[in-house]
């Protein structure tokens, strides 16, 4: 496997865990964890995405990893 496919798979994997465990009633949406697993894992998606040149996916991986923060600073801003 090279680096991109391993940096993929991290992101990935951590985009999909956290999904399942808020699927799974484990986490909630607006939890500090849930979002943070989501922002990592975008950013990891989308650096992977970036070293293969897949541009539609850097695209998307970069505004999912954007969104992610945006409601980290939401969830400071409002506790």
């Keep these: 496997m090279s680096v991109p496919d391993l ?3 991290a ?3 951590l985009i999909l865990l956290a999904f399942l465990l ?3 009633k484990k986490v909630s949406a607006h939890q500090l964890i849930y979002l943070l697993m989501n922002a990592l894992g975008a950013g990891l998606a989308c650096y992977g995405s970036f070293l293969i040149e897949a541009w ?3 695209v998307l991986e970069a505004v999912w990893t954007l969104v ?3 409601g980290m600073l939401a969830r400071k801003k409002a506790g």
């Design 56 to 58: 539609p996916f850097v």
């Design 68 to 70: 992610a923060v945006g």
């Design 11 to 13: 992101g990935v994997s």
């Design 22 to 24: 808020l699927q799974l």
């Design 7 to 9: 940096i993929n798979t």
